[in-house]
């Protein structure tokens, strides 16, 4: 268990060349989440864009999709 996800993505992608027996997987800590939601409330981004833009880098670095914080009511689909 990788956490935050967010801070980690070329840790994950090698942890998961190095030991590609061993299920890798990631975790969104609240820090994080918090982090985003304050910025988007601020201006700085759109908070649905920001938490796709998480996701996606989860993804690339070959990893399922963290434990979401973005759950309804606070990200819309």
Request: glycine fraction near 6%; hydrophobic fraction near 45%.
């Amino acid at each position: 268990m990788v956490k935050p996800s967010s801070f980690y993505s070329d840790i994950i992608a090698e942890a998961r060349q190095l030991a590609q027996d061993v299920p890798v997987a990631t975790y969104q800590v609240s820090g994080e989440y918090a982090m985003i939601c304050a910025a988007a409330k601020a201006g700085v981004f759109d908070l649905r864009r920001m938490a796709e833009e998480a996701l996606e880098g989860c993804l690339r670095a070959g990893n399922p999709p963290p434990s979401p914080s973005f759950v309804p009511p606070n990200f819309w689909y």
